[in-house]
Antibody, heavy 123, light 108 residues
């Protein structure tokens, strides 16, 4: 069973950066793309981007271009999401989610999710 | 960018059928996936490729997709089905993944 375990809650100041980790286990690291999805309080799910753990290539939502960086450490099967220039609107639960590769493409949906990491941005 | 629209809330009596819609321009040409999210929990996939159920999801859950709307149908609704439900697609034009705003299902 695929497991995604995220780092703990963070409290950050306006303008600071936050780095959230997502450690994968119980599967071959390169067989799932890892996406980041966030959910602000009382709001819906919002896709932020993805990383291909095999190549390290990324695809970011337009909204986060220039502020988000996703990286991976294959030696520890861990993916990281770094969000900079934090605003109060970035207060949210951040999830990593796994999308299985399917031949040369991927399935388009998220089979597994991490437990979520609450990031609180305060002044 | 591609937009998915869901009703904010749907109510259903226990034992009755709940239908949650997800509207998008020509959504019938895309594959729609659905997630169930209970309070303080991560989302769980309940339907993929419009009509396929992951293992462990009851047969009471079914899906359809045509034209400009996809629908998640929950038959014989139970109190345990109360949750937020979100639809999701991959938009090939932007190569981005898109979620609907979510629908809160109340069983009362």
């Amino acid at each position: 069973q695929v497991q995604l375990v995220q780092s703990g809650a963070e409290v950050k100041k306006l303008g600071a950066s936050v780095k959230v980790s997502c450690k994968a286990s119980e599967y071959t690291f390169t067989t799932y793309y890892i996406h980041w999805v966030r959910q602000a309080p009382g709001q819906g799910l919002e896709w932020m981007g993805l990383i291909n753990p095999s190549s390290g290539s990324t695809n970011y939502a337009q909204k986060f271009q220039g502020r988000v960086t996703m990286t991976r450490d294959s030696s520890t099967s861990t993916v990281y999401m770094d969000l900079s220039s934090l605003k109060s609107e970035d207060t949210a639960v951040y999830y990593c989610a796994a999308e299985r590769t399917h031949g040369a493409s991927t399935t388009g949906y998220f089979d597994y999710w991490g437990q979520g990491t609450l990031v609180t941005v305060s002044s | 960018s591609y937009v998915l629209t869901q009703p904010p809330s749907v109510s259903v009596a226990p034992g009755k059928t709940a239908r949650i819609t997800c509207e998008g321009n020509n959504i019938g040409s895309k594959s729609v996936h659905w997630y169930q999210q209970k309070p303080r929990q991560a989302p769980v996939l309940v339907m993929y490729y419009d009509t396929d159920r992951p293992s462990g999801i009851p047969e009471r859950f079914s899906g359809s997709n045509s034209g400009n709307a996809a629908t998640l149908t929950i038959s014989r609704s139970e109190a345990g089905d109360e949750a937020d439900y979100s639809c999701q697609v991959w938009d090939s034009a932007s190569d981005h993944w898109v979620f609907g705003g979510g629908t809160k299902l109340t069983v009362l």
